[in-house]
């Protein structure tokens, strides 16, 4: 059985960090990849990032423009982990944080695999 379970959120001023961390169990999600979504109250899902890697253990990373250069997408394969880093928060960062995985090229949007969510919360 596969699991995504997500940690790390809390509340945080603007302008801290915090570290997501998503664990997954049940199989391994290399070629397809683990990212991260995001959801405010009255608003869409959102992409953030997502990290992917090949069989030479390259990886490949891509974020949302919203946190491209404040926000870190990395992993531990050893732990089947991937975590976000989030720096420079801002207000508008708050949201719940979801864990996706897939095992196929389908959008973020339609993972097949989700974590519960995590609250992000960034003061002002």
């Known amino acids: 059985q596969v699991r995504v379970v997500e940690s790390g959120g809390g509340l945080v001023q603007a302008g801290g960090s915090l570290r997501l961390s998503c664990a997954a169990s049940?199989?391994?999600?290399?070629?397809?990849?683990m990212g991260w979504l995001r959801q405010a109250p009255g608003k869409e899902r959102e992409f953030v990032a997502a990290?992917?890697?090949?069989?030479?253990?390259?990886?490949?990373?891509d974020y949302g423009d919203s946190v491209k250069g404040r926000f870190t997408i990395s992993r531990d394969n050893a732990k089947n982990t991937v975590f976000l880093q989030m720096n420079s928060l801002k207000p508008e960062d708050t949201a719940v944080y979801y864990c996706?995985?897939?095992?196929?090229?389908?959008?973020?949007?339609?993972?097949?695999?989700w974590g519960q969510g995590t609250q992000v919360t960034v003061s002002s």
């Open positions: 996706a995985a897939r095992d196929e090229a389908s959008p973020w949007m339609t993972a097949r695999y």
């Open positions: 990290i992917r890697w090949s069989d030479d253990n390259t990886s490949y990373a």
């Open positions: 049940g199989r391994t999600f290399s070629r397809y990849g």
